[in-house]
């Protein structure tokens, strides 16, 4: 039985959320195909063999060159065929909720979007547990189809290795591409931002509301960049325009799994919780100790953080 | 130029969600509708594009007689066509969604369809991808920059990923999900609301079909809730709060 995960790289790793991933697709049993586009020197097959790939599959860019959503999704549903693969995923990222949506149109199959748990269940049935509401809610739900295709959500699955990992065997597949599966291609260049991604940072510290306006975000910033992190805000931060939309953390935002989350002035409304509920810990600061976010927090201080965080960055400096 | 745009009436949740005993709804009784803020945006969009290229906006939605409310609210923002596929009460999949926006698109014709990225409730993350295909239409999603280009022909859409920046030149007709910070959407004016009222919705009734996957039953996460340990108060708690950073292995 194979299983085959497609991975997505991060710089010359595999991306985290693609960990996840492949640590859920150990858990159905049977082999597991990691899927890459990308050159085939390029694959980091020790650090795939060690989450417990056996086979990774290579789709080099003169198959398919850059980005290309559809194109992707027939080259898995190329090598599922060819494989007999029960079942293919993702991770929950942009690219693999889009790519597997892909797959289930070109196939006709049902896909199930944000899974936080799998089970096979016997012949075409896999029982499973998925996001709605970004996670606020969870759907337990049946999937009866030839192939299950999922994706498996960015922040709740913890990417473990496997216990007695082997080296994984790299195999280059040519698909066989279809008219107008190149036709949407992403031209790619650096975004203005660049630095540390706010999915990815290690530590992010939030402002929302009472951080008061677009000029209170320097100690902020400050405090971010002395942990090694990054800015993340607050819906109400965005739509007031204080910040660009892009530092949003939350259900329409991005979701954010640092090992630490600074809350600063943040009450903690559920979309935003939505968005930060897959921090390892969680720290708030905040004026009122009946805020909601003191709820999911594990420490806060209660307090101003126009008082706290500069006082804290100076700590920090004088270390 | 023609755009369709398709929103979906959810519960509007605030501080807490809840489910119906049993397990099957979000409980609703304390809560207005509403569509997304990525569905919002994509009213917007439509405006603005027909603002500057001239045309029509219609607005979808797949759901309810009650929808009608969300209908309006889009039309009272310019929209000037309604459509409401109006269902008996079951939850349409992604699938029958797309096969039921596809039939409308396919009979009326239009050169654009924006969607939100993913519905609020179900997140599915693919209704406007099966209904491109269902199209023959080229689709991107997640886009946070849209330019139209002014013979209407194409068009150029943006995103960001992992801090590198997606640019798809896609041609005309196609298929585009949004997300929220792609504008900041307008507030109704009192003429747009007047118009909104008295304005027909059309209808059509689309056949539901069975989907490969079956929801059993909605809960609320086990919570890990619980209170924080609160360190201290104002900056004399930045001591202890150095502490546990440093016992966090962020220092």
Sequence with gaps: MTVLCLVELDGAAPADASLRAVTLARSLGGDVGAVLFAEADAVPGAALAEYGVTDAYVVEPAGVDGYAPQAWARALAGLADERGATAVLAAGTDRGNEVLAHLGAITGLPMAANCTLVTPDGGRTHRLVRHRWAGLLLEEAVLEAPVALFTVATDSVAPVPAQAPAPARVHVYKPELAEGDLRVRAAESPAGAGGVSLATARVVVGGGRGVGGPDGFAPLEELAELLGGVVGVSRVVTSEGWRPHRQQVGQTGTKITPELYLACGISGAIQHIAGCAGARHMIAINTDPGAPILAHADYAVIGDLHQVVPALVEALRAR | ?251
């Design chain 2, 1 to 251: 130029m023609e755009i369709l745009v398709c929103v979906k009436r959810v519960p509007t949740v605030g501080g807490r969600i809840a489910v119906t005993p049993d397990g099957q709804e979000v409980d609703t009784r304390m809560s207005g509708f509403s569509v997304s803020p990525h569905e919002e945006c994509a009213v917007e969009e439509a405006v603005q594009v027909t603002e500057r290229l001239g045309g029509t906006v219609s607005v979808l939605t797949l759901g309810p007689e009650a929808a009608v409310e969300q209908l309006r609210d889009a039309l009272a923002l310019g929209a000037g066509r309604a459509v409401l596929l109006e269902t008996d009460g079951r939850e349409f999949g992604p699938i029958a969604t797309a096969a039921a926006i596809a039939n409308e698109v396919t009979s009326h014709g239009y050169d654009l369809v924006l969607l939100g990225n993913e519905a609020a409730d179900t997140g599915d993350y693919q209704v406007g991808i099966r209904l491109a295909h269902e199209l023959g239409w080229p689709v991107a999603t997640g886009i946070k920059s849209l330019s139209v280009s002014s013979s209407g022909d194409g068009l150029v859409a943006r995103r960001e990923y992992r801090g590198v920046e997606e640019a798809y030149s896609l041609p005309l007709p196609a298929v585009i999900t949004v997300k929220e910070g792609i504008n900041l959407p307008r507030y109704p004016s009192l003429p747009g609301r007047l118009r909104a009222k008295r304005a027909q919705v059309e209808r059509s009734s689309p056949a539901w079909t069975a989907e490969g996957l079956r929801k059993e039953a909605l809960r609320v996460p086990s919570s890990s809730k619980h209170q924080a340990t609160v360190l201290g108060h104002g900056v004399d708690a930045v001591p202890e709060l150095v502490r546990v950073l440093a016992e966090l292995g962020v220092l």
